[in-house]
């Protein structure tokens, strides 16, 4: 028999311009995961802020097991034991792991907490990551740092706990461990699970329910047993969506445009070469940790002590530092757009002229505000970007809108080199066709494409040529036939014949 442990009824959330949430009415149950599903700016993480306190509705009503809620602020969440674990980790990078579990506890809870500390160690384990509670979080992969926020999560005495994207930094076998884990913690416990994810075999496996908003309204729900990929797929964007293939491959007399001859580290001892031609969109894979986003970094000399040589063009780029590297041409999307590629307090139309191009950041001490928005404004359209005004602050664009705003200020400076590190983490099915044919239309303009992804899906359908990475050397090249995920995991686990181990 089940229990109903959440009920959400008739929430409506505005803000200045933009209808967020409309009449939204769901339940959750003891034991049960229920996806939300949705593209971005869908309402998903408005909803989500309702309910962990950060929102009060304007209308409408939070009840849970029984009670309903009488004010909106983090803290009563936190009493009522909603947990919210949002897309980006909420960790401080200089403390150990045990510190980050322990965080935004009072002193007498800290010393009563060792018991749930270890509950936590424990359930990271057995999502395959087991971790020593002295080692600080900056030492730790995106993909660590996300299970420890799940297993945060369920770790003090939760009633209701929401996953945002917690899977993005993974590969699929590490995913597999973690759903597995998450299903035996919500029946164990009794938990009610909430699960965002754009990733739809992942919304198959772990949920027994989903719904799916569109437009700030509820357009689907329904067991999972009762639906499909595709159907969860057209409800959320009203139209069906065909697997991607690119229309502008490179062509094969195509010339190279960028090379990258002794790329280093100083905490490594390996180095790296790459050659793309003008067009091609060459991808990197391999696990977690092996490298691929430090090699990027490395060419744009995003820490101290990287070299290599770079060419464009055939000419030497003297890149010593990130503003060199714009200045020479290289355009780096970072996987961490929160932190690396947008300043969120900034409105939209400031971001997209984060990179300088004269005409909209003006002369001297001015700016250029008027042209701001107008060139903004423009590039939002050809993006999609949701909602189209770029008078908003950065913070308060979903996680994939976010996305396209770091794409959308390398657009005005005509870069020759394209390094996209995870370009679609947190973006819906939508935006992701929609990012992967952006991509494709800058191969067919004839620029030099790097593509770093954990999705080897996406990987197989953009790349013309893929290497794999692994303990932050590339061990194989992968054409034609062979840029398929067996070959592709094969190589990065090392047990493809030939492979190093």
Known sequence: MTTTLLEIKNIAKSFPGVRALEDVTFTLNRGEVLTLAGENGAG?????????????????????DGVQRSEYTPRHALAEGIMIAKQEPAIVPQLTVEQNVLLGKTASERREAGQHVQVALNDVAAMGFPLDPRTRLSRL?????HALTIAKA??????????????????????????????????ERGVGVIYVSHRMPEVMAVSDRVVVLRDGHVAYETSIG???TEEIVRRMVGR??????????????????FTAEGVSRPESAATNDIAVRAGEVVGIAGLVGSGRTEFLRAIVRADHGCGGTLTINGKTAKVANPNSSRDAGIAFI??????????????AHANVALTGAPDLVGRGPLINVRRQ???ATEIASSLALKPAT????????????????????????????????????GVDVGGKAEIYGLIDQLAADGKAIIVVSSDLPEVISLSDRVLVMRNGQFISEHVGDDINEHSLVASAMGIAKGIPA
């Open 240 to 257: 069906e969506l065909l697997n991607f293939h690119r229309l502008h491959p490179v062509k094969p007399d195509a010339p190279v445009l």
């Open 226 to 228: 009762q639906t499909s």
């Open 334 to 347: 970072p996987e961490d757009r929160k932190r690396q590629g947008l300043a969120l307090q900034m409105p």
């Open 44 to 64: 998903k993480s408005t909803l989500l802020n309702i309910l962990g306190g950060s929102f009060a509705p304007d209308r409408g009503s939070v009840t849970v």
């Open 154 to 187: 369920f770790a003090f005495n939760a009633k209701i706990v929401a996953l945002d994207e917690p899977t993005t930094s993974m590969l699929e076998h590490n995913v597999a461990a973690v759903l597995k884990r998450l299903r035996e913690l919500a029946e």
């Open 141 to 145: 992969s995106p993909a660590q740092r």
């Open 390 to 425: 770029v008078r908003l602050q950065a913070r308060q664009y979903s996680g994939g809108n976010q996305q396209k705003l770091v794409i959308a200020k390398w657009l005005r400076m005509n870069a020759h080199v394209y390094l996209f590190d995870e370009p679609t983490k």
């Open 373 to 375: 928005i107008s060139v």
